[in-house]
């Protein structure tokens, strides 16, 4: 039996290169799981990758959702399980590739079936007292899921306060009784953390790449559209930076700034997230571990 394997890491870490080549290596084929390269509006500012750096690989889920839906992690993993199975049933090795950890623990740990909850008392708390109170109420209710939450996510905070306060019981119980979609023996996991100062100094260049092949553009794109502010589409980081210097040169300087700030901090939460939430898969930092794990994956059945 071939292996489910995992390459995880934070924004700009040389993810999706180090997949095509494994994927070259053990004839197979790569899996999207990044929360912002589903959408099909966000090719650029997604840093997707594009047919050059697919090298013939045969890539899935990248860019197959429009910006109006409102995706998530139960949808990703709906649409992920088939083309995994695709894939095994073929005989070749699926490689799910991405930085959005909570689609990897849905794969490997489950996800929990928690039911609908009224979310109107939450998104008024966020209106009326902002985002901190939100966070402090989502604390009080629920510490377990609240120190999961990466920064302030207030689709996620909702979630966890709205849960709490009208189902039978908070978020992190209902979680805690999942089973994983992929068993443990059956996939191979391993996290990129490369050097902070040579990650950052990526994302500078890669931004800077990104506003000179039509990003700004794609932004314009779509704002066009007219989408809801609070749709997942419209909180990619770029998205939110440019949406409003777009007929204003003089601002865009100021714009790429905080967006190479933001998407470095980004990358610090993704560090944080990954060192505390998969314990268990290899660390990659340099060469030789990423040749070990490529061994590890090559002798799965040895």
């Known amino acids: 039996m071939k292996p489910v394997v995992c390459i995880a890491g934070p924004t700009a870490s040389g993810k999706s290169a180090w997949a095509v080549q494994i994927a070259k290596s053990v004839n197979g084929e790569i899996i999207n799981a990044d929360a912002m ?179 700004l553009d794609e932004v314009r794109a779509l704002m066009l559209r007219g989408l809801p502010a609070d749709l997942p589409v419209m909180k990619a980081i770029g998205v939110q930076q440019f949406k409003d210097c777009l007929d204003n040169a003089d601002a865009l300087a100021a714009s790429i700034k905080i967006a190479k700030r933001d998407t470095r901090r980004f990358a610090k939460r993704q560090f944080t997230w990954f060192r505390g939430q998969a314990a268990d898969w290899d660390t990659v930092e340099n060469v030789s571990q990423r040749t070990a794990f490529m061994a590890k994956i090559s002798n799965f059945n040895d």
């Open 37 to 215: 390269q589903v959408y099909s509006d966000l090719r650029v500012i997604s840093a997707r990758p594009d047919v050059q750096e697919m090298e013939d690989v045969p890539h899935h889920l990248f860019g197959h959702v429009d910006g109006a839906i409102r995706y998530s992690t139960g949808m990703w993993l709906r649409d992920a399980v088939p083309v995994i199975l695709d894939i095994m049933a073929r005989g070749r090795v699926p490689i799910v590739t991405g930085g959005t950890g909570l689609y990897f623990k849905a794969l490997t740990q489950g996800l929990a079936a928690v039911p609908d909850a009224d979310i109107s008392d939450a998104t008024a708390l966020l209106d009326k007292d902002g985002i901190k109170a939100l966070r402090a109420t989502a604390l009080r209710l629920d510490p377990i899921a609240t120190a999961r939450v990466l920064g302030d996510d207030p689709q996620r905070l909702i979630r966890i306060v709205s849960v709490a306060r009208n189902t039978a019981k908070p978020l992190s119980v209902w979680q805690a009784d999942t089973k994983p979609i992929v068993p443990r023996r059956y996939w191979r996991g391993a996290v990129l953390l490369p050097d902070r100062a040579q990650l950052y100094a990526r994302i500078n260049a890669r931004f800077d790449a990104m506003v000179d092949t039509g990003g």
